[in-house]
DNA sequence: CTAGAACCTGACACCAATGTCAGATTCAAG
DNA sequence: CTTGAATCTGACATTGGTGTCAGGTTCTAG
């Protein structure tokens, strides 16, 4: 597919599906006249992509996650290596952090919105 | 307490105590030369508005919704109005869907680690 | 009184993903 | 072939919280 569908598939803008492969985390097939063309794959990998920012990864240690990540279509995965693990595990801790402090934040809300609504 | 020692215990920069100061969402007294003198309830203050930035919020809302919350203080708290409720009610929303984002990055992140593990 | 630590204001820089625009090229349908 | 939609590259702007520096003032222990 081309990349016009594949942001309205993945709701990602067109600019920022060119920003994922400037970066290497996307690779695309190439049009004779240069245009990119996705496989199905694609879809998801982007989606991934997306969860992986949310989670306040860096591009930098996303292109280095995504081949080790067994994709939706099986593929081969690489191995992580012993210092990248590292890196995930920090990650990992952080992210049970970030976790921990959105449900205080959204209990929070909820006490606002709860006293608001009673009397 | 002066803005050093507040800065120490809630692990945030003076620089950002005085962001949120000019943002409305910190007050201080002064003393008669100029410099900032916080209650002891600002510690909890600024621990909230770190754990409602990391959830996603803006200053302007977490502004409105700071004096709807129920301080530990026990301070009387404001009701918030019918139209706050309305976007606080998306932001919780979104928090969730942040938190399920989440849970899959870090069940991607288990999954690449454990991989890596056992051979 | 004094020295050094702490604080003040204001300004500029940064980050990293994304928005946006311009001008040129390619694609696909008629 | 033509034409309009889609895509290309490259450049500049934005965002919002934070870092950092400069130059000056205040505080406090001795």
């Given at each position: 597919?081309?990349?016009?569908?594949?942001?309205?598939?993945?709701?990602?803008?067109e600019?920022s599906?060119?920003y994922?492969e400037?970066?290497?985390?996307?690779?695309?097939e190439?049009t004779p006249?240069?245009?990119?063309?996705?496989?199905?794959a694609a879809?998801?990998?982007?989606?991934?992509?997306q969860?992986l920012?949310?989670a306040?990864?860096?591009?930098?240690?996303?292109?280095?996650?995504l081949?080790c990540?067994?994709?939706t279509?099986g593929?081969?995965?690489?191995?992580?290596?012993?210092?990248?693990?590292t890196?995930?595990t920090a990650?990992?801790?952080?992210?049970?952090?970030?976790?921990?402090?959105?449900?205080?934040?959204?209990?929070t809300l909820d006490e606002?919105?709860?006293?608001?609504?009673?009397?």
């Open positions: 597919m081309r990349i016009g569908e594949l942001a309205r598939r993945t709701n990602v803008s600019r599906l060119r994922y400037k970066q290497g985390m996307l690779t695309a190439r006249g240069g245009h990119r063309e996705y496989p199905e879809v998801d990998r982007v989606i991934r992509i969860e920012f949310a306040g990864l860096c591009s930098e240690k996303i292109v280095q996650l081949p990540m067994r994709d279509d593929g081969p995965s690489v191995r992580a290596t012993p210092n990248l693990v890196e995930l990650e990992r801790a952080r992210i049970d952090r970030m976790i921990a402090d959105l449900i205080r934040s959204r209990d606002v919105i709860e006293a608001a609504r009673v009397p």
